[in-house]
Nanobody
Framework: QVQLVESGGGLVQAGGSLRLACAAS????????MGWIRQAPGMERECVAG????????YYADSVKGRFTIARDNAKNMVYLQMTSLKPEDTAAYYC?????????????????WGQGPQVTVSS
């Protein structure tokens, strides 16, 4: 099991940028695929980005493609989500999550370890 702690959420105006960071400890982080999953009130969880264990493969939801970038630094046990051109519909709790397999996935059910999900609010 890997423990995940996110940082970087907050309030931003539409069109602005935020970077979320996720610090991992325990487990075998460098061998796990990672993802960022968001959940807005009353909505199902949506995986917005996934990255493979070495970072060679990344996937994005259509809703964020071209605006969000996922990256990882295995030497520092960190995963990042750079968010640009933010829209009010991006408002949600954003969770960092680990899949205990190396291959990137966009399937929420594949993720086994989760962070606490800081809030990102985009004002219009």
């Amino acid at each position: 099991q890997v423990q995940l702690v996110e940082s970087g959420g907050g309030l931003v105006q539409a069109g602005g940028s935020l970077r979320l960071a996720c610090a991992a400890s325990g487990g075998a982080f460098s061998r796990y695929a990672m993802g960022w999953i968001r959940q807005a009130p009353g909505m199902e969880r949506e995986c917005v980005a996934g990255i493979s264990w070495k970072g060679a493969t990344t996937y994005y939801a259509d809703s964020v493609k071209g605006r969000f970038t996922i990256a990882r630094d295995n030497a520092k046990n960190m995963v990042y989500l750079q968010m640009t051109s933010l829209k009010p519909e991006d408002t949600a709790a954003y969770y960092c999550a680990a899949d205990r397999y190396p291959y990137a996935t966009m399937l929420v059910r594949e993720y086994e370890d989760w962070g606490q999900g800081p809030q990102v609010t985009v004002s219009s």
